[in-house]
């Protein structure tokens, strides 16, 4: 395929009917293109999940902004007025912390949206207008602000007194009082034992009528909506492989603008294209101590070295026979991303410095160091977007274990990845350095531990075999 050089498969523009057909093509160039860099063999979406979002969609243009019924249900929310069987009901998700974050919120939420028939509408907040493109044809997915009758939306918390949870506590909710015309779901990871009711059958039931629901979340909430027994039929049928949901979900929701595909493609073209193996490795450090830290540097090499991601480096300089240039049996680019240079800068220099045992060369590459996290700047957001994704543009991922960030990479290349632990020892790396995980499913990091029909505290990991505890966070719940 002269014309597709990066692609092992013939490109599929609409991902296996995934995708809509008839959006303009250059408005978002990556809807269109990314199946030409990608290398990786994508899922197959089911039958049911093309029928289900082409439906879906339609929802969306029935009942979303700039419709009728869309003007309707605002003057419902602005008059503080339920209505009995609304013609059009919404999920609005809020969006905010880091990009990671804010892309495993809306997944939820549209994952949410679809099960319950509600359309979903997103916070433009943080960048969210500009990083994406619309994912719905003849509609958008943005929530239109400036009329939005709930003006402090943004700043809902676990204590607004229409959160779920404080209705449920102050008993403000039942079947025979009038419902309120909006609730808030808090279901951020601060979030308490009322709140996480959510996940339950009968408060699914009660919130089916309310017209409005506000969403703040900054997790990926979707293993918890395997354990609701009135979305499973369907959610069996949409997601036969139970370890391929967010890859669908994202990979149908989150194209790149094309100012950030540039950023994508010039990039790859530029150091990645031509290797025959591309290695991502993210490195995300959540402790000070583990910004410059040999103790982590080591940890990522053994890891890379162990699972023979890599090759080692040898003590001398020369491997025995000398290669002649172009000699070499083969390349590899590694793919580093985070937030400083240091680990960057130390692996390229291991490969400069030494010969591996194999022969191999090592190419060692890292778009930006942005220094830390930073919030509402635009360039900022532009180039974590660009990371994450090319790095689900490698053919193998090392990430670092509590990552969403990593999450969303391993989500959109369909990538099962090597782990690292989260360095909790100053003087000495995890043993074993780094694990593969279950699946590529993201966590949910703060799952509810109850059995809704015994009303008692129970593991919520245990009660399904393909909704599991994750390995890097204990507790966290993942489908596998
Ligand atoms: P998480 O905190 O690791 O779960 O990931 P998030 O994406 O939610 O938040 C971290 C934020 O820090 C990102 O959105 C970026 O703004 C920034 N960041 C973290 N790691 C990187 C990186 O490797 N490259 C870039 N460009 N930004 C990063």
Redesign the pocket.
């Known amino acids: 395929h002269v014309s597709f050089p990066y692609a092992r498969n013939p490109p599929d523009k609409l991902l296996g009917g995934l995708l809509p057909d008839g959006l303009d093509e250059r408005s978002c160039r990556s809807r269109y293109e990314s199946s030409m860099y990608s290398r990786n063999p994508a899922r197959r979406p089911s039958p049911h999940l093309i029928a289900k979002l082409r439906r879906h969609e339609e929802l969306q243009r029935r009942c979303g902004p700039n419709t009728d019924a869309y003007s309707r249900a605002v003057q419902h929310l602005r008059a503080g007025k339920s209505v009995d069987s609304p013609e059009c009901k919404y999920v609005v998700s809020i969006s905010y912390?880091?990009?990671?974050?804010?892309i495993l919120a809306a997944a939820s939420a549209f994952l949410y949206a679809v099960l319950t028939d509600r359309v979903l509408l997103v916070d433009p907040s943080n960048e969210m207008d500009e990083l994406f493109c619309e994912p719905f044809p003849g509609t958008t997915w943005l929530l239109p602000r400036r009329d939005f009758p709930l003006a402090s939306y943004t700043n809902f918390s676990i204590d607004t007194a229409e959160s779920y949870g404080n209705m449920l506590k102050n008993k403000v909710l039942s079947a025979d009082v009038p419902l309120p015309a909006f609730v808030y779901l808090h279901l951020d990871h601060d979030y308490g034992d009322e709140d996480k009711m959510f996940f339950c059958d009968d408060d699914q039931r009660l919130l089916s009528n309310v017209q409005w629901l506000v969403m703040r979340t900054d997790m990926y909430t979707v293993p918890g909506l395997f354990l609701v027994t009135a979305f499973q039929e369907e959610l069996d049928m949409l997601f036969p492989e139970r370890d391929a949901v967010f890859h669908h979900l994202a990979r149908y929701l989150f194209h790149p603008t094309n100012h950030v595909w540039g950023l994508v493609t010039r990039y790859y073209r530029a150091y990645l294209s031509r290797a025959e193996l591309r290695l991502g490795v993210?490195?995300?450090n959540f402790d000070p101590w583990t910004l410059e830290s040999p103790v982590v540097l080591r940890q990522i090499t053994s890891c890379l070295w162990k699972e023979k991601l890599l090759p080692e480096v040898l003590d001398t300089e020369e491997r025995s026979m000398p290669l002649m240039p172009g000699g070499s049996t083969r390349t590899t680019a590694v793919l580093v991303?985070?937030?400083r240079s240091w680990y960057y800068e130390r692996i390229k220099g291991l490969y400069w410095d030494r010969a591996t045992a194999t022969g191999e060369d090592v190419s060692v590459h890292q778009p930006?160091h942005?220094g830390q996290?930073?919030y509402g700047k635009k360039s900022?957001?532009d180039?974590?977007w660009a990371?994450m994704y090319l790095l689900s543009l490698c053919d193998v991922l090392v990430t670092?274990g509590?990552?969403?960030?990593?999450y969303v990479a391993q989500g959109i290349g369909g990538m099962t990845p090597w782990v690292l632990h989260k360095p909790t020892n100053v003087t000495s790396p995890p043993e074993p350095p780094c694990f593969r995980d279950m699946s590529m499913e993201p966590c949910f990091h703060a799952p509810h531990v109850y059995d809704c029909k015994l009303k008692r505290g129970a593991d919520t990991g245990k009660m399904l075999p393909h909704v599991r505890n994750c390995e890097d966070v204990s507790w966290g719940l993942k489908l596998v």
Do not use: K, M
């Open positions: 912390r880091g990009l990671g974050n804010r993210q490195v995300r991303t985070s937030l930006s942005e996290q930073q900022h957001d180039r974590a990371e670092s509590w990552s969403t960030f990593g």
